[in-house]
């Protein structure tokens, strides 16, 4: 059982940067590959970024390519998502969810096994 908890959201103004954590308030999350998901209101969930079990694949949302970054401690057992140069494109609420299967492709929601409740940016001037 995982248990995922996302950190690191808030408000700032466009330009600005953010760093989301992911963490397990119960297991390790250092066997799974991890997926940042957001959804904005009135939209659907889209992944963001996706870094792999064995942390040898990344990939991202072609709109967040040069901007964001994901990357795993493993000491810390955190998932991180350092996003620079935000722009009001990207307010919603960013979920963490870990796929305990797969690796990094074209992200679906209906693989993963396990989802965090969720923290919420705001981009706004």
């Known amino acids: 059982q995982l248990q995922l908890v996302e950190s690191g959201g808030g408000s700032v103004q466009p330009g600005g940067s953010l760093r989301l954590s992911c963490a397990a308030s119960?297991?390790?999350?250092?066997?799974?590959?991890i997926v940042w998901w957001r959804q904005a209101p009135g939209k659907e969930h889209e992944g963001v970024s996706c870094?792999?079990?064995?942390?040898?694949?990344?990939d991202y949302l072609e709109s967040a390519k040069g901007r964001f970054t994901i990357s795993r401690d493993r000491a810390k057992k955190t998932v991180y998502l350092q996003m620079n140069s935000l722009i009001p494109e990207d307010t919603a609420v960013y979920y963490c969810?870990?796929?305990?299967?797969?690796?990094?492709?074209?992200?679906?929601?209906?693989?993963?096994?396990?989802w965090g409740k969720g923290t919420l940016v705001t981009v706004s001037s």
């Open positions: 969810a870990a796929d305990q299967w797969g690796g990094c492709g074209v992200p679906r929601k209906d693989l993963m096994n396990y």
């Open positions: 119960e297991g390790t999350l250092n066997d799974y590959t």
């Open positions: 870094i792999s079990s064995t942390d040898r694949r990344t």
